[in-house]
């Protein structure tokens, strides 16, 4: 993704740009604070700047209340008792697992920790499923939707058809949970 920097207040802000069948230039903050924008192919380099320009205070406000939030969360995370964190997932692990044993060969090992940018993994060979400790924030329900997700993986290692339509037997109603998971907006 191209880069970009405009000066706010005197610091330098990076942004990432993509090209995309948009009319308008559009612009996001992520919830680690970063400035992406979409827009339509042809745009010049001041015209850019000067949308940036426009911008400037939307932006400045964005961000320090995203960057709070998070500063927020990440406070609530420091004061919170690592047994009990460790708990849910265990607890939400052994109650999925319970659902997919006739299915599964052992219950898998479980790994939490912090991750940038997905809410689970998988590794069959090991055995093994990682999560991601920001899920703490999401509702149950995203946590259960999550493990079902990554123990689906040890049957399918894909998104395929067949993965979908197993997801869709045992947790028909997992694209609602995806879709609640994502407006949380904590990844
Ligand atoms: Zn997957």
């Given at each position: 993704?191209?880069v970009?920097k ?11 740009y993509?090209h995309?069948?948009v009319k308008?230039i ?6 680690d604070?970063?400035?992406h ?6 745009v010049s380099?001041?015209?850019l ?6 911008k400037e205070n939307?932006?400045k406000?964005?961000?320090q ?13 420091r004061?919170?008792v690592p047994l ?8 939400v692990?052994d ?6 044993e ?24 090991k055995?093994?499923i990682?999560?991601?400790k920001k899920l703490?924030y999401a509702?149950r329900i995203c946590?259960?939707y ?6 689906i993986?040890?049957?399918h ?9 197993f997801f ?5 109603r997992h694209?609602?949970y ?10």
């Amino acid at each position: 993704m191209p880069v970009g920097k405009i000066i706010l207040e005197g610091e330098e802000l990076p942004f990432t740009y993509t090209h995309k069948k948009v009319k308008n230039i559009n612009l996001r903050i992520t919830s680690d604070g970063e400035v992406h924008i979409s827009l339509p192919r042809g745009v010049s380099k001041e015209r850019l700047l000067s949308f940036l320009e426009e911008k400037e205070n939307w932006i400045k406000e964005s961000r320090q209340r995203i960057l709070a939030r998070k500063m927020q969360r990440e406070a609530a995370w420091r004061n919170a008792v690592p047994l009990w964190q460790e708990s849910i997932f265990t607890e939400v692990l052994d109650e999925v697992y319970a659902r997919l044993e006739p299915y599964l060969e052992e219950k898998p090992k479980l790994v939490i920790r912090e991750m940038k940018t997905r809410w689970g993994s998988c590794t069959p060979g090991k055995g093994k499923i990682t999560l991601n400790k920001k899920l703490l924030y999401a509702p149950r329900i995203c946590i259960e939707y999550v493990v079902t997700h990554e123990l689906i993986h040890f049957l399918h290692p894909d998104h395929s058809k067949r993965f979908y339509h197993f997801f869709d037997t045992v947790m028909p109603r997992h694209k609602e949970y995806k879709k609640l998971l994502e407006s949380q907006n904590i990844l």
